[in-house]
T-cell receptor
Framework: QKEVEQNSGPLSVPEGAIASLNCTYS??????FFWYRQYSGKSPELIMS????GDKEDGRFTAQLNKASQYVSLLIRDSQPSDSATYLC????????????FGKGNQVVVIP | GAGVSQTPSNKVTEKGKYVELRCDPI?????LYWYRQSLGQGPEFLIY????????DSGLPNDRFFAVRPEGSVSTLKIQRTERGDSAVYLC????????????FGEGSRLTVL
């Protein structure tokens, strides 16, 4: 079982719609969760972090965490063409394990 | 600049050669990470440093790979006897502390082994 799984294929959404991305992780005691955005040919950049169960909103982005079910999600509201990118879920392990593990990413294409 | 700097940006080498990739982190960042990324995949963890010491090198694929950070700033990833399967983008990232996942990435070094 991979540490971080992102299984859905490319996601196409019309401009203005909501894009929803999901991620599951295997280490039950993981403490910190992140979403990175990676434009084609560029490096990942952090867009959201979440540490507690529930929702965290930042502008058009909302991260959701459910530790009991071991999943993290990202919602992008009012999607814009500039949101077209690959979104990487990343998980940091339990206390003392500071390795940040990434999923394979989900590509989002926003259609004008 | 103020960001993470990686050199070279591109490296083409022949199978069996030795390669060094350099990373200059953001000033003041004590944690430094190396990842590699193949097309269509997420970054694969290799090693991270806290200061001069390797805190976790469990991601290094084999003993051909080695990394150092002698003065707690610049780091070099060294690959001996390169193989075609080593071809990837090697990403370096730094963070102000080891226990945060808020990493700042460089633009990467694209390694091609012919």
């Amino acid at each position: 079982q991979k540490e971080v799984e992102q299984n859905s294929g490319p996601l196409s959404v019309p401009e203005g719609a909501i894009a929803s991305l999901n991620c599951t992780y295997s280490d039950r005691v993981s403490q910190s969760f992140f979403w990175y955005r990676q434009y084609s040919g560029k490096s990942p950049e952090l867009i959201m972090s979440i540490y507690s169960n529930g929702d965290k909103e930042d502008g058009r982005f909302t991260a959701q965490l459910n530790k009991a079910s071991q999943y993290v999600s990202l919602l992008i509201r009012d999607s814009q063409p500039s949101d077209s990118a690959t979104y990487l879920c990343a998980v940091m392990g339990s206390y003392g394990n500071n390795r940040l593990a990434f999923g394979k990413g989900n590509q989002v294409v926003v259609i004008p | 600049g103020a960001g993470v700097s990686q050199t070279p940006s591109n490296k083409v080498t022949e199978k069996g050669k030795y390669v060094e990739l350099r990373c200059d982190p953001i000033s003041g960042h004590t944690a430094l990470y190396w990842y590699r990324q193949s097309l269509g995949q997420g970054p694969e963890f290799l090693i991270y440093f806290q200061g001069t010491g390797a805190a976790d090198d469990s991601g290094l694929p084999n003993d051909r790979f080695f990394a150092v950070r002698p003065e707690g700033s610049v780091s070099t990833l060294k690959i001996q006897r390169t193989e075609r399967g080593d071809s990837a983008v090697y990403l370096c990232a730094s963070s102000f502390a080891m226990d945060t996942g808020e990493l700042f990435f460089g633009e990467g070094s694209r390694l091609t082994v012919l």
